[in-house]
């Protein structure tokens, strides 16, 4: 009996000598897929653990950075941190919009996670560049016009608002173009550009209407400033006008190509 042809003596080896090298190659890639699948699944249900479900991730402190006047306790009571709850479900967005809300002496507020237990507050204040007198109060304007915060004591340094308005005139007119919130904000425009040296002399800025906003200084002498249009031009002129004349009591640079100065 004739023993095996060539052909079926490699036939017989394949066999014997397992899958051929394709084959092997596309069954270790799979083993590898599924042991990284398997991975990439414990490792993200050890993440959402570590995060949610242990107790090391948690809030366990709040500090408050950057106030004046407010103080740090009454910014950590306002902001509402749910201590105790894990780090990454603290929502920053609903804790900053609560803190303004609450707060409106705060301007702005940056909530931040400082890993791994804290939340961080930092807080800036509104600056009042003017008050309102209203009863036996002041109510705080800011470099905006909002009206945020009402104190017992005026601030040191911060002139009064005082609006001298009639039923007639300009002031009339005023009024009827302009609410007082509008007023109020191009009364705080006159204020940002008056010359520091000015500024820091003003006791009151009096507004009579939109165009007619003056400065009474502490020595008693008056700027007409007119509305808050071309402020820059108008502090330069003023501050030339009060080095040419500077025994007089009153200046106009309402219209500041055409200033004027009186009194003596």
């Known amino acids: 009996m004739a023993g095996p042809t060539t052909a079926e003596r490699g036939e017989s080896q394949q066999e014997s000598s397992g899958p051929p090298p394709a084959r092997r190659l596309r069954l270790t890639r ?13 490792l993200g249900a050890g993440s959402v653990w570590l ?8 809030v366990e402190r709040v500090s408050v950075s950057g106030t004046r006047v407010l103080t740090p306790a009454q910014v950590r ?3 509402e941190v749910p201590v105790g709850a894990p780090l990454i479900s603290v929502d920053t967005d609903v804790i900053e919009t609560r803190l303004r809300a609450k707060l409106p002496r705060i301007d702005t507020v940056d909530v931040v996670r400082s890993w791994p237990h804290g939340i961080g507050l930092k807080v800036v204040e509104r600056t009042p560049v003017l008050i309102v007198q209203k009863g036996g109060n002041f ?5 905006e016009g909002v009206r945020f915060a009402t104190v017992s004591r005026a601030p040191k340094g911060v002139p009064a608002l005082e609006f001298a308005l009639s039923s007639a005139g300009s002031s009339a007119a005023s009024l009827r173009r302009f609410d007082e ?11 940002r550009a008056v010359p520091a040296a000015v500024a820091r002399d003003t006791r009151t800025v009096k507004v009579r209407s939109y165009d007619d906003i003056s400065l ?3 020595d008693g002498r008056t700027v007409l400033w007119g509305s808050g249009e071309r ?11 009060m080095k040419a004349a500077p025994d007089a009591r009153y200046f106009d640079v309402s219209v500041p190509t055409a200033p ?5």
């Open 231 to 241: 402020g820059a031009l108008k502090a330069r002129t003023l501050t030339a006008l």
């Open 216 to 218: 009474e200084l502490g």
């Open 139 to 143: 109510i705080e304007v800011d470099d």
């Open 30 to 42: 799979l083993r590898t897929i599924i042991i990284l699948a398997v991975a990439l699944v414990l």
């Open 260 to 264: 004027a100065s009186s009194g003596s």
């Open 181 to 191: 919130d509008r007023l109020v904000r191009e009364a705080v425009r006159v204020a």
């Open 77 to 79: 009571e306002a902001a």
């Open 51 to 58: 995060l949610y479900g242990s107790q090391w991730l948690r």
